[in-house]
């Protein structure tokens, strides 16, 4: 399977995007996926994470509130709504696609990454 992250791009600092991930070559409806991000100079770390069905969510605190997770299983898609945002969440999100049914926050629980969208937000 292979995952194409798009919709990054330059917003202002309160404002919104809506970032896809799109996956091909079999179907990921029966796994956890998820979003991680690394900001310039960080560690990647966990922001939000959906289980197979999309029945259950799961975010990082400091998006909780902001951000949506969302999955389409029939367009084989995930989706992350972020509003409210602000400049720290500025970096490269990568969404990926977990070895388990349940999402999870463990980087190490999933199996296959995309390629990451850049999201800058300015003051």
């Known amino acids: 399977v292979q995952l194409q992250a798009s919709g990054g791009g330059l917003v202002q600092t309160g404002g919104s995007l809506r970032l896809s991930c799109a996956a091909s070559?079999?179907?990921?409806?029966?796994?956890?996926m998820g979003w991680f991000r690394r900001a310039p100079g960080k560690e990647r770390e966990f922001v939000a994470t959906v289980s197979w069905n999309g029945g259950n969510a799961l975010y990082a605190e400091s998006v909780e509130g902001r951000f949506t997770i969302s999955r389409d299983r029939a367009k084989n898609t995930m989706y992350l709504q972020m509003n409210s945002l602000k400049t720290e969440d500025t970096a490269v999100y990568y969404c990926a696609a977990s070895r388990y049914a349940t999402g999870s926050s463990q980087a190490e629980h999933y199996t296959t990454w995309g390629q990451g969208t850049l999201v800058t937000v300015s003051s």
């Open positions: 070559g079999r179907t990921v409806s029966n796994n956890g």
